[in-house]
């Protein structure tokens, strides 16, 4: 870690816990067709994709949801709470360890998500502690803003060339791996937690190695 310089990390799945089961099934509570196809942990399908993608609104994605005969009676509320089945309890210690990441490093955000989901994480509902998302990294580059999703590498060359971070001295967190191999042949430094494992440990722990 001497010479990092900047730390990128993903947001569901290190930041926050995440369960694609848990929205799949508020999703399919609520009436939607073929939410188990749609919904993935680390990439979205058809319309769920276009949004994390940018290329539909907030609004469109609601009304194409209810466009399937007898689908008109599900509000904004129940297609929120669908989404927000994604997210678990949020863990206080672990987004406050990133301020103590800061005092060292620069730190950022990548992440494929939607305005659904950063409405709430961007406001002081998304912790414990009443802080906002932005206020515990020093930019967030967010795929339905930058109108692309990982692993393509365009959405890494955006936050390279906005940032002006060198690849070389960054440490890219992501838990899936197809985005941990796109970033790595950008050359990043990467790591990868495992599925609940808690990326502090890496931090933490003296040999802990990076690829």
Not at 126 to 149: E, R
Not at 169 to 185: M, S
Request: aromatic share 14%.
């Amino acid at each position: 870690m001497d010479n990092i310089k900047n730390i990128v990390f993903d947001f569901g799945g290190v930041i926050v816990d995440v369960s694609r089961t848990q929205a799949v099934k508020r999703f399919e509570e609520i009436g939607v067709d073929r939410a188990d196809e749609l919904l993935g942990v680390y990439k979205q399908d058809g319309i769920f994709l276009a949004l994390e993608e940018g290329t539909l609104s907030r609004e469109n994605f609601y009304a194409e949801l209810r466009k399937p005969a007898g689908k008109n009676h599900i509000t904004d509320e129940q297609i929120d709470y669908g989404w927000f089945g994604f997210i678990l309890p949020i863990v206080q210690g672990r987004i406050d360890f990133l301020l103590e990441l800061r005092k060292k490093y620069k730190l950022y955000l990548l992440s494929n998500t939607n305005p659904i989901i950063m409405g709430w994480a961007r406001s002081s509902r998304f912790s414990p502690a009443g802080k906002p998302l932005d206020d515990y990294f020093d930019k967030l580059y967010l795929s339905y803003q930058l109108g692309v999703i990982k692993p393509d590498k365009r959405i890494f060359e955006k936050m390279i060339e906005d940032s002006g971070m060198n690849p070389a001295e960054t440490l890219f967190v992501d838990d899936g791996q197809a985005n941990i191999e796109a970033a790595a042949k950008l050359g990043f430094k990467t790591c990868r937690p495992k599925e609940g494992e808690d990326y502090r440990i890496f931090f933490n722990d003296k040999e802990a190695t990076y690829w």
